[in-house]
């Protein structure tokens, strides 16, 4: 294929992502994905200059890695360089190469190719591609130039911005987790290596197919199950191995959980099913005004079975909250919802993180619903395969599907 067959066939895809993309940052990861597939690269990320504090940020990546918050001073390494020259690098061996910063080495992998993202105005950043068999040949690096001068001139137009906080802390780290399950004579390993740090108030969606490990890192990340290799860190506390009862206490004061099956008591009204959780915790908040936040309180003495199913679920984000948990871990909550009631619960949960500052990890097959959260991570055969940060979510109410 040549140069400009390639650079048609990508600039294509680029410009409908671009056009279709509710979000500057749902096309750039959606991308950098393709092209990094397209080109055979294991890797491949998008860099934005941040000029408050001299520094480039990774903004979108197809890698197995948490890099959220990533970041590299202007003139440091390869990618300071492009950024600062404005001029394409290619570094075919960045095991023996001078300029590979080695503070930074593992960024660039075996080989890479940076290429700044230029405008007539100047340089918005850079994209990195690594990590291929091959090397990339003349007519390729031209059609990865002008691909990525297309992202430069519409991140131009659309006078894309973003702000970083450097100072979160992680409340909840998994390092190298790996989790085996025998199914019969042969051991499954579910979870190959997973490596992710969640932040206080934030709004995590976790995508990806059936059986990809989605609920599995979450039973971990909950004290439900335990990793065969690897850590859980908590607070800055190795939680890697606790005994029964600081698991039980873990599960009961820091966690709480919403199912997509709903797991009311039949025989207990509303109020009695959230009061039930309230009795067994530490410190709970009160069980009317938790009833209250799902805008239920006028449905206190109701049964479930006189409840609808979004209101049913409505009832389990009042038990999970009233509990006051630092994290809420919630596994498909509205997928046996309509567009209608799924869309009042995604208000409900936005409500908490923004009012009380609750930390959600939702895990979904909906993409949509990806667009409200503040970070998205991707898995794939048990791998992060992305992680991309919202810098503008949108809304509950403005979600459609």
Same mark, same amino acid.
């Given at each position: 294929?040549?140069?400009?067959?390639?650079?048609?066939? @990508?600039?294509?895809?680029? =410009?409908?992502?671009?056009?279709?993309?509710?979000? *500057?940052? @749902?096309?750039?990861?959606?991308?950098?994905?393709?092209?990094?597939?397209?080109?055979?690269?294991?890797?491949?990320?998008?860099?934005?200059?941040?000029?408050?504090?001299?520094?480039?940020?990774?903004?979108?990546?197809?890698?197995?890695?948490?890099?959220?918050?990533?970041?590299?001073?202007?003139?440091?390494?390869? *990618?300071?360089?492009?950024?600062?020259?404005?001029?394409?690098?290619?570094?075919?061996?960045?095991?023996?190469?001078?300029?590979?910063?080695?503070?930074?080495?593992?960024?660039?992998?075996?080989?890479?190719?940076?290429?700044? +993202?230029?405008?007539?105005?100047?340089?918005?950043?850079?994209?990195?591609?690594?990590?291929? %068999?091959?090397?990339?040949?003349?007519?390729?690096?031209?059609?990865?130039?002008?691909?990525?001068?297309?992202?430069?001139?519409?991140?131009?137009?659309?006078?894309? @911005?973003?702000?970083?906080? %450097?100072?979160?802390?992680?409340? !909840?780290?998994?390092?190298?987790?790996?989790?085996?399950? =025998?199914?019969?004579?042969?051991?499954?390993?579910?979870?190959?290596?997973?490596?992710?740090? !969640?932040?206080?108030?934030?709004? +995590?969606?976790?995508?990806?197919?059936?059986?990809?490990?989605?609920?599995?890192?979450?039973?971990?990340?909950?004290? =439900?199950?335990?990793?065969?290799?690897?850590?859980?860190?908590?607070?800055?506390?190795?939680?890697?191995?606790?005994?029964?009862?600081?698991?039980?206490?873990?599960?009961?004061?820091?966690?709480?959980? *919403?199912?997509?099956?709903?797991?009311?008591?039949?025989?207990?009204?509303?109020?009695?099913?959230?009061?039930?959780?309230?009795?067994?915790?530490?410190?709970?908040?009160?069980?009317?005004?938790?009833?209250?936040?799902?805008?239920?309180?006028?449905?206190?003495?109701?049964?479930?079975?006189?409840?609808?199913?979004?209101?049913?679920?409505?009832?389990?984000?009042?038990?999970?909250?009233?509990?006051?948990?630092?994290?809420?871990?919630?596994?498909?909550?509205? &997928?046996?919802?309509?567009?209608?009631?799924?869309?009042? !619960?995604?208000?409900?949960?936005?409500?908490?993180?923004?009012?009380?500052?609750?930390?959600?990890?939702?895990?979904?097959?909906?993409?949509?619903? &990806?667009? =409200?959260?503040?970070?998205?991570?991707?898995?794939?055969?048990?791998?992060?395969?992305?992680?991309?940060?919202?810098?503008?979510?949108?809304?509950?109410?403005?979600?459609?599907?």
């Amino acid at each position: 294929m040549g140069a400009n067959e390639y650079f048609v066939k @990508s600039a294509w895809m680029i =410009m409908d992502e671009l056009q279709k993309a509710g979000q *500057i940052e @749902s096309a750039l990861q959606t991308i950098i994905e393709k092209l990094g597939f397209e080109f055979g690269c294991s890797d491949a990320s998008i860099w934005l200059r941040h000029d408050a504090d001299q520094k480039c940020y990774m903004i979108a990546s197809k890698c197995n890695q948490d890099n959220t918050g990533l970041s590299i001073g202007y003139n440091l390494g390869i *990618i300071g360089k492009v950024i600062s020259s404005g001029n394409t690098e290619y570094v075919k061996d960045c095991h023996n190469d001078p300029r590979i910063d080695q503070k930074h080495a593992a960024i660039y992998g075996d080989s890479c190719l940076v290429i700044p +993202l230029k405008t007539p105005y100047g340089v918005l950043g850079c994209a990195l591609m690594n990590n291929r %068999s091959s090397l990339f040949n003349e007519e390729e690096i031209k059609a990865l130039e002008n691909s990525f001068a297309i992202i430069a001139l519409d991140l131009e137009d659309k006078g894309f @911005s973003f702000e970083t906080d %450097s100072t979160r802390k992680p409340l !909840v780290s998994l390092k190298g987790v790996i989790k085996e399950f =025998m199914s019969g004579e042969e051991m499954n390993r579910i979870l190959k290596g997973i490596n992710l740090d !969640v932040y206080e108030g934030e709004l +995590l969606v976790v995508l990806g197919e059936s059986g990809c490990g989605k609920s599995t890192m979450l039973n971990i990340i909950g004290g =439900m199950d335990k990793a065969t290799q690897g850590q859980l860190i908590v607070e800055g506390q190795d939680f890697s191995d606790p005994s029964e009862q600081e698991l039980t206490e873990y599960r009961r004061d820091y966690i709480g959980f *919403i199912f997509q099956s709903y797991n009311l008591m039949p025989n207990l009204t509303s109020l009695e099913n959230v009061e039930f959780i309230a009795e067994i915790s530490k410190h709970p908040m009160n069980s009317k005004e938790a009833l209250d936040m799902v805008g239920l309180s006028d449905r206190a003495d109701r049964y479930p079975s006189a409840l609808s199913g979004g209101q049913q679920q409505r009832v389990c984000i009042a038990r999970a909250i009233v509990k006051d948990p630092k994290i809420i871990l919630a596994d498909e909550p509205t &997928a046996a919802l309509d567009f209608t009631t799924g869309q009042g !619960v995604l208000k409900v949960i936005e409500k908490i993180v923004k009012e009380r500052k609750t930390t959600v990890i939702m895990v979904t097959h909906n993409v949509e619903i &990806a667009k =409200m959260a503040d970070r998205v991570i991707k898995l794939k055969n048990g791998l992060i395969s992305s992680i991309r940060t919202n810098f503008h979510p949108l809304h509950a109410e403005d979600l459609s599907w």
